[in-house]
T-cell receptor, first 112, second 115 residues
């Protein structure tokens, strides 16, 4: 699975949009981009995933560049409870799939 | 989303004892589950892939005799840390893959402290 690169930390003001970038320049054609977050002392929580089209759900939006070498997770109105480590993962949906390789992620701190 | 239940959430044990951690898929069947380990301020590290009805596949460097994995049913996988020592103290997290959604869901984790 392709490796990803994320900034180690970011700050965001409460109520503003949080835009978290991820580089995955070695992504291959059948690999999806997944985003998870981990709040302190909890298991990772699934946020969103996509292949090449932009995606939106009740939690966030995922913007994938046309060349698929990078993506951005957008939390439209960040709250204090969104403070967490955000992981961008690239994974192919192969048979023995499911397992995800985690990088260091981005620690997002939402400030009042 | 799909629910993965992990139990216990926290366990404290004496050195030399064995500890069993359960991972259940509550509303779906999981032929494959995964066990991760996480040290403080570090990312998750995959330990092993648990396959229903067959032997688990361990990642390089993970002792299979130390971390026994059993996946006897489509909804339950267990991780037993045998003869635990203080260096085994960590946060253990299980997960399961929902093929129909192409999503991996995670349990809440188990904090193991070995005294």
């Amino acid at each position: 699975d392709a490796k990803t690169t994320q900034p180690p930390s970011m700050d965001c003001a409460e109520g503003r949009a949080a835009n978290l970038p991820c580089n995955h320049s070695t992504i291959s054609g059948n690999e999806y981009v997944y985003w998870y977050r981990q709040i302190h002392s909890q298991g990772p929580q699934y946020i969103i995933h996509g292949l090449k089209n932009n995606e939106t759900n009740e939690m966030a939006s995922l913007i994938i560049t046309e060349d698929r070498k990078s993506s951005t997770l957008i939390l439209p109105h960040a709250t204090l409870r969104d403070t967490a480590v955000y992981y961008c993962i690239v994974r192919s949906p192969n048979t023995n799939a499911g397992k995800s390789t985690f990088g260091d992620g981005t620690t997002l701190t939402v400030k009042p | 989303g799909a629910v993965v239940s992990q139990h216990p959430s926290r366990v404290i044990c004496k050195s030399g004892t064995s500890v069993k951690i359960e991972c259940r898929s509550l509303d779906f069947q999981a032929t494959t589950m995964f066990w991760y380990r996480q040290f403080p301020k570090k990312s998750l590290m995959l330990m092993a892939t648990s396959n229903e009805g067959s032997k688990a596949t361990y990642e390089q460097g993970v002792e299979k005799d130390k971390f026994l994995i059993n996946h006897a049913s489509l909804t339950l996988s267990t991780l037993t840390v045998t003869s635990a020592h203080p260096e085994d103290s960590s946060f253990y997290i299980c997960s399961a893959f929902v093929g129909t959604k192409n999503i991996q869901y995670f349990g809440a984790g188990t904090r193991l402290s070995v005294l």
